[in-house]
């Protein structure tokens, strides 16, 4: 079938013929994550979530490593095929968040909420912390990815301005944020 095709294979959701033909002893690679896959885990551990009666801060918390990870998820190419910011934002939406949410969830309410479990800290308070370096670490993928189309938008215009002289200024914001229009041509 050739490299090619197995790699198609493996996207697709099918064993590459030669994982087939090896037979039951060897492990078969697990497909990658699609998109869909990523947002209906989310949707997974919002569910989770709801159905818990989980805590305020933990509610929070988990809303937002939900949402900067939706954020992320349409954005993924951009990260290039292999990336470990493209692999931290796979993984925390199939395996960190539910794993945290789900640990927490296991436990009794009463127990985990008031009995020190690690240094004093309750099953609460480790969970709140690893939601917080979640959403921390979320964060700055997004940042990342951001800064990087924003870094190609600067490129550009620099090519352009190069390539066809000096564009306006396109005006400026003021101290308030509003925009003012841009000043009278030299």
């Known amino acids: ?33 699609t998109a869909a896959d990523l947002l209906a885990s989310l949707d997974r551990v919002e569910a989770l ?3 818990g009666a989980v805590p305020a801060p933990v509610a929070s918390r988990v809303a937002r490593v939900v949402r900067v990870v939706r954020d992320a998820v349409p954005r993924l190419d951009r990260l290039g095929a292999g990336s470990e910011q493209a692999y931290l934002v796979m993984a ?3 395996d960190y968040l539910p794993e945290a ?20 800290r309750t099953s609460l308070m480790v969970l709140i ?14 940042d ?4 990087s189309d924003a870094a190609a938008l600067i490129a550009h215009g620099r090519f352009l301005t190069e390539k066809f002289g000096h564009a306006s200024s396109g005006g400026a914001l003021d101290v308030d944020g509003r925009l003012q229009p841009p000043g009278p041509a030299a």
């Open 101 to 120: 949410v789900g640990g927490y969830l296991r436990l009794p309410r009463e127990w985990a909420n008031s009995r020190p479990v690690d240094q004093g």
């Open 129 to 142: 912390d690893q939601l917080d370096l979640l959403g921390r670490t979320m964060d700055q993928v997004l």
């Open 92 to 94: 925390t939406a199939t």
């Open 144 to 147: 990342a990815v951001n800064r």
């Open 1 to 33: 079938m050739g490299a090619f095709g197995d790699l198609l294979a493996r996207l697709s959701g099918r064993r590459p013929e030669h994982d087939r033909a090896a037979g039951p002893g060897v492990p078969a690679v697990p497909p990658v994550p």
């Open 49 to 51: 979530v709801a159905q």
